[in-house]
């Protein structure tokens, strides 16, 4: 995790609380919900405000510019300008927190930091719907509340004091790893704490307690995850995996330990939308498709103790499903990490990856991956460079600088001029071989073709080895059709080499 204050990293430890400082806590995530919800409608006003008013629509008419210009600048002042008179602004929304809380009963509950950070929390929502980087932010119902609270440092309101946390009169004790075997935790607790997080966590139908101590510098690389000073690339998609080096390359399923529990889930949807469809018959028109509220009326919703079960399952499977995608995603990240710190990787939408496969990416997250390797790769002393799909076109160009479009079902690069190997394989191959130059003061990216015709020798029988290891790997079980390897001459092509 990279701020501006600096790097820092994330310590997370299991709380020990007794049923009495459960309730307290209890309590005040409750009073943090409801004050969110009252702090998010007021600032969704205000931004609903800001774009009827003459001022933004003069505003957006402004040329834009390129980026750094004069044009854009006054743009910008123009927008902050706007913000700042109607109100809406972090400060302002923090303030109007602040007076909700001291209004009510939540203030006998909530600090004042805390308070501050639930306003900053709701701005930043809103601000993303703004810039259309999110969506409308939804209000949080009494079943889904606040799963974390945190402060603004250490020295306030949830603070981490030698071995215990306290929270106004609560004092919490921590349950540490006595083992640490690999020194994380030790390594972690001699660095300054800047701002602890108490996180609320529903685990088999019980309610457990975290703090997560947010700490300054990078976390301790374990001696068993090797680093390599160089450059790697990686082809990622939905199901499958592809990365090379100038040493190494594989290809496989994307998470390939991720339980498939796609039934189990369906299973329990439609026993649910039975039981919803049996107790409000009355908001359901003939053809079975869910009543539009009338007259500015919400629908009244009625759920019964076995529909609550049902959600609660559903809940603890999607929790299991993390839990294992989490730590597929931290093995992976080392791999490609050991293979060479400065990872290159094209720049794709992975919300396009969500309408075309939606359960896919479900369960396997590749945007959360490349969030996971982007802070491996800092901690490891590289970086992830992306670069744009649209002026490469690695899955189309061949290193002898031909340019074929190819359906997706073709998996193999077969080119006139010999080139033959995995498709995946060889777009993470090329993408070694992606150069910056300058243009018009603007960088651009593309493939240093020469470059990689020289390092095609070395790099062919790396990929023929990692086709070699994905056949061995068949004979334990189906792998997804994009490998390739369905086709009779696929295979063949991997034999003979």
């Not at 209000?139 to 509340?145: E, G, M, N, R, S």
């Not at 004091?161 to 083992?179: A, N, Q, T, Y």
């Not at 080392?334 to 939408?349: C, D, H, I, P, Q």
């Not at 496969?357 to 396997?364: A, E, H, I, L, Q």
Request: net charge positive.
């Amino acid at each position: 995790m990279s701020r501006k204050s600096g790097p820092s990293f994330v310590l997370e430890l299991p709380l020990v609380v007794s049923p009495h400082e459960s309730r307290v806590l209890s309590a005040r995530f409750e009073a943090g919900r409801q004050l969110y919800n009252a702090v998010l409608g007021e600032a969704l006003r205000r931004l609903d405000l800001m774009k009827q008013s003459k001022a933004w629509q003069a505003a957006r008419k402004m040329p834009q510019g390129a980026p750094k210009s004069p044009e854009q600048k006054a743009r910008a002042a123009a927008f902050s300008l706007i913000a700042e008179t109607i109100g809406f602004t972090d400060y302002d929304i923090q303030s109007y927190a602040t007076r909700c809380k001291n209004a009510c009963w939540i203030g006998d509950h909530l600090d004042a930091h805390t308070t501050q950070k639930i306003g900053t929390r709701a701005f930043l929502a809103a601000q993303r719907y703004q810039f259309r980087t999110g969506g409308r932010p939804r209000f949080k119902p009494k079943w889904k509340a606040l799963e974390s609270m945190e402060a603004k440092s250490n020295a306030t309101a949830i603070r981490w004091r030698d071995d215990h946390v306290e929270w106004g009169k609560l004092s919490l004790k921590v349950r540490f790893d006595r083992k640490d075997k690999h020194g994380v935790q030790t390594f972690a607790l001699q660095k300054p704490v800047r701002f602890c997080r108490i996180v609320r966590r529903t685990i088999r139908g019980k309610t457990l307690w975290f703090v997560q101590l947010v700490i300054a510098g990078f976390p301790k690389w374990k001696e068993k995850n090797p680093i390599r000073n160089g450059k790697s690339a990686i082809d990622i998609g939905p199901s499958t995996i592809a990365a090379v080096s100038e040493t190494d390359a594989f290809l496989e399923k994307f998470c390939a330990n991720v339980p498939d529990l796609q039934k189990a889930i369906r299973r329990i949807q439609r026993a649910m939308d039975r039981s919803r469809r049996g107790s409000n018959p009355e908001n359901y028109n003939k053809d079975g498709s869910v009543k539009k509220p009338t007259s500015g009326k919400r629908l009244q919703w009625v759920f019964t103790h076995g529909y609550l079960r049902l959600r609660a399952r559903l809940k603890e499977l999607h929790r299991v499903l993390a839990a294992y995608r989490r730590t597929e995603h931290g093995k992976l990240a080392n791999r490609v990490v050991a293979m060479g710190n400065t990872v290159m990787a094209e720049k794709l939408s992975y919300k396009a990856f969500q309408r075309m496969f939606g359960k896919s990416v479900r369960d396997r997250a590749p945007g959360e991956f490349m969030d996971h390797l982007r802070r491996k790769a800092e901690s490891a002393g590289g970086e992830v460079i992306e670069f744009p799909t649209r002026t490469t076109k690695l899955s189309q160009s061949c290193h002898c600088e031909a340019v074929v479009k190819k359906p997706l079902s073709q998996r193999w690069h077969d080119c006139p001029c010999g080139v033959c190997a995995q498709r995946d394989l060889y777009s993470a191959y090329l993408a070694l071989h992606v150069r910056s130059y300058k243009k018009d003061e603007n960088q651009v990216w593309r493939l240093d073709t020469e470059s990689a015709r020289k390092g095609w020798c070395a790099a062919e029988p790396l990929l023929g080895k990692a086709m070699s290891d994905v056949v061995q790997t068949a004979k334990g079980g189906p792998l997804p059709a994009s490998f390739g390897l369905n086709l009779k001459k696929a295979r063949d092509r991997v034999v003979l080499s």
